[in-house]
């Protein structure tokens, strides 16, 4: 990111008070190098060491923000699942995230979601406000 910025002409010191200002982004890097290299680390951004523990795929269903909207989720004989309503359903990889001395920092979907978020906001700043079609 801090490269991209560079190369686009932006402040990348904005990335780095970016990733400074965000727990989340910190333990998803921490996250990072513990698959590059053995736990425990000499170094943690967060200052937290965590660890991925209890790592699980779950459906998650959410309804619309709109009042009646429903969903709903039943197995047929096949065991394929179906899926009713006009809500959304998908499924979610998840897992506890802990510190060194085995406390519970939070969920790994959520803390992820929250370092994407923190991404988006930079982003923004910079003035990519639909990164899906490119403007």
């Known amino acids: 990111m801090r490269q991209w ?4 002409e932006h402040d990348k010191t904005k990335v780095d008070q970016t990733f400074k200002n965000s727990l989340e982004l910190q333990i998803i890097k921490d996250l990072s190098n513990n698959d590059k290299h053995p736990y425990p ?4 951004y967060s200052g937290k060491y965590p660890q991925l523990i209890n790592i699980n ?3 998650q269903l959410k ?3 709109k009042k009646g909207s429903t969903i709903g989720m039943t197995l047929g004989a096949d065991g394929v699942p179906k899926i009713v309503g006009d809500g959304t359903a998908k499924a979610v990889i998840t897992g ?3 510190d060194n001395d085995n406390n519970r920092i939070g969920d790994l979907h959520e ?3 929250k370092a994407i978020e923190a991404w988006e906001q930079l982003l923004a700043y910079f003035g990519l406000t639909d990164i ?3 403007t």
């Open 5 to 8: 910025a560079k190369d686009n």
């Open 41 to 44: 680390p000499r170094y943690s």
């Open 57 to 59: 795929r779950v459906m």
């Open 63 to 65: 309804i619309q923000a």
């Open 96 to 98: 506890d995230v802990v």
């Open 111 to 113: 803390i992820a979601t």
């Open 132 to 134: 899906t079609n490119g």
